[in-house]
């Protein structure tokens, strides 16, 4: 289906450094597009990035973007399609050369701008250690390139959403107090930011919908004038998108209804989805909020040097071996100077009677940390070795020894953005600074989608292990012009850059909390979520992934996991509603159990999303865990089991 005229087709043809490379000539050959984009920026790749740099100073961006523009370049001129990519990391102006040259190379002149201002490394000292520090930067050079003529985009650490809000912006002419707008740009973004997450990729559902994961096509948005859009993908391409795909995008890696940026801030409880026909979700209603007056600064180091070993216990007797194989091991590392930290696993992996030998292995693990790479090296996996005809009956480790390798710490700080240089550097060379002067200001004009700006009410932030009061939403006041929410406003991360609250004597700045606490009630037009129905008393014990589906991601050194139910049923919605509290999230994830735990309601997405401080430590740099970005801490929570109504079993 073609789109309607006057709309902007933005597509997205990466999701991460590392994604699939044919992906940009899929995209500009698979059908009509107006710009592609491409993300490659994440926590973790900042720090791969931050070491490039160190060995070549004149590195610092992500390599694939020019190999795969050794083709894609001349697709894109012939098809008259913009590209726009943050893939410039820490060197934008480097890549943007690059691309200039690439262009003369093979003959496809291109006029190419860049967006610089986001490395602040050396704009202060940041503590020992630091290796990158990016503020994340909204569309506004974005906008300023396209407008000078640009065919070729580079920018460094914008947000995620920023690629299509920033393009968004510059086409329609909107005003930078176009709220409700930008929101609905930047919700689009966020969909398209993480490729074919949005396509079925990573979908709960996959194989109850019968959706071909194979090899998915990447989406794309037509969004309107108005700042509403229409998910799809080009004609042909796997996957699929519904109003299911759609909504576990919407809910990974974000926290609370206020979604905070750099250009606005996105109220998620007012989204609608609707299915427009096959392969096409529309995405409208969303409101829109003045935008804080702080960026998000990233910061990542490297933390130290850990290592690893994974013992393989078999067969009988599994805790007398875990017991004797961490005796032997702990007496080793007393033996010389102990790492800094030690931490033990076991993962009983193991089935009684199992036909399989691995399946009847459980794994023990041992994880060490120190800032001398000598006390985590050899020091750690000599010992483990010499174990091997000393130890437990069936000894053997997973892989052979191996020396300490430097692990990294992400850490998000928050800065007045009026301090932040955002300059768009136009193809003829004209700098243009779009950099906010000022406080972010209010809205400059009314309508009747303007937003409410009442003060949010108490956060279900629980201190734990105690579990407290939900963060329900409640009615709101009738929307009116006023200052900014004074909401709390918490971690930040590429897809969400949030704000630390303002306060009365720095409304700019202040410390950031862990997530964001602050739950608003909701808008004028959006009605609180229902009440919980009455839960027949007929059960039956069936994993809670029966009825829900769920999306989990990393926030620094926290995650989200967010929740929905299936197919939007509102009996199922209003089951979670009652079921699901902290407490039983909690008993269903012990993990979870001494962390602060955050719940959030999502009426129109009949979801609810939990945020879970700390899990992962210093970030997925760390390592902290055995599934070190959350990413499957959903699907974990899918297959416990829980006693469900009948009713809702289908």
Known sequence: MSAPAGVLRIGNASGFYGDRFDALSEMLTGGPLDILTGDYLAELTMLILGRDRLADPARGYARTFLRQLEEGLGLAKERGVTLVTNAGGLNPAGLAEAVRELGRRVGVPVRVAHVEGDDLLAARDWGEGVLTANAYLGGAGIAACLRAGAEVVVTGRAT??????????AHFGWADDDWDRLAGAVVAGHVLECGTQATGGNYAFFAQDGIDVRHPGFPLAEIHADGSSVVTKHPGTGGAVTVGTVTAQLLYETAGPRYPGPDVTARLDTVRLSQAGPDRVRIEGVRGEPRPGTLKVGLTRLGGFRNEVTFVLTGLDIEAKAALVRTQMEAALDRGRRPREVSWSLARTDHADAAVQEEASALLRLVVRDDDEKVVGRAVSGPAIELALASIPGFHVTAPPSRGAPYGVFEAVYVDAAQVPHVAVLPDGTRQDVTFTGPAPAP???????PSHEP???PSHEPAPAPGPEAAPEPSPAPGPGPA?????????????????????NPAASPAPAHNPAAPPAPANNPAAPPPAAVPTATRRVPLGTVAGARSGDKGGSANIGVWARDADPAVHAWLRETLTVERLRALLPETGDLPVTRYELPNLAALNFVVDGILGAGVASQHRFDPQAKALGEWLRARHLDIPEGLLK
């Open 160 to 169: 995620d959403a920023a690629l299509v809000s920033g393009c968004a912006a």
């Open 456 to 458: 949010a009410p108490a």
């Open 485 to 505: 929410p004074t909401s709390a406003l918490g971690p930040g991360s590429a897809n969400n850059p949030k704000a630390p609250p303002a306060t009365a004597n």
């Open 444 to 450: 400059s004009h009314e309508s009747a989608s303007a």
